[in-house]
């Protein structure tokens, strides 16, 4: 079965002025649909021909992690947002962040640090172990948590294709836009059913 880019959970448009449609017609519509192409066509005759994502993030290596990462990494990231977000989150995920960092405030700043000097190209991840505690980490390139044994429950993606169209090499200025419309619901249910 082949694997497809999912529909976004809002319109392209729905995020301004965080994210802008012209951003999402190039991140989504161009580089995300790549990613999808690729995968496709590099997985046909191999072990991972029909492979989930998961499987294809824990066990490959080379060109087909790479574009199977990068097709989960972003679904994943866009379904973390939506217009008009809570400014923090609340109940369990609210708790094990305070238990984790001390505070929101402390959490937003260490995880803003993690995707503003990660070098190059790449993801800022807060994931939570099998204990529940939760850790910020940087991954290089397509890199995934779930290749630690983590399970991941937000994202940054801090790829210049992310945001150079509307912060060109500003990208702690993405990062603080990208706080305006986190959608603490889907982390927490993330977060409580992974």
């Known amino acids: 079965m082949a694997i497809v880019l999912p529909p976004l959970p809002y319109a392209k448009d729905a995020l301004e002025p965080y994210i802008t449609a012209q951003t999402i017609d190039f991140h989504y519509g161009k580089h995300h649909q790549t990613y999808v192409d690729n995968i496709n066509k590099m997985v046909v005759g191999t072990p991972f021909e029909g492979a989930t994502l998961e499987e ?101 993606d801090v790829w210049e294709h992310a945001y150079y169209l509307m912060n060109q090499n500003r990208r702690a200025e993405h990062v603080g836009n990208i706080w305006n419309i986190i959608n603490w619901t889907e982390v927490e249910t993330r977060y409580t059913q992974g």
Do not use: C
Not at 75 to 101: C, H, V
């Open 56 to 156: 294809i993030i824990k066990k490959a290596e080379g060109g087909i992690f790479n574009n199977g990462a990068q097709v989960w990494n972003h679904t994943f990231y866009w379904n973390q947002f939506k217009p008009k977000a809570d400014a923090e989150p609340t109940g369990k995920l609210a708790d094990a962040i305070k238990a984790s960092f001390g505070s929101f405030a402390e959490f937003k700043e260490k995880f803003a640090a993690s995707a503003v000097t990660l070098f190059g190209a790449g993801w800022a991840w807060l994931s939570k172990d099998a204990s529940g505690k939760l850790s910020i980490t940087q991954e290089s390139n397509a890199g995934n948590p779930m290749r630690h044994g983590l399970f991941p429950i937000l994202t940054f």
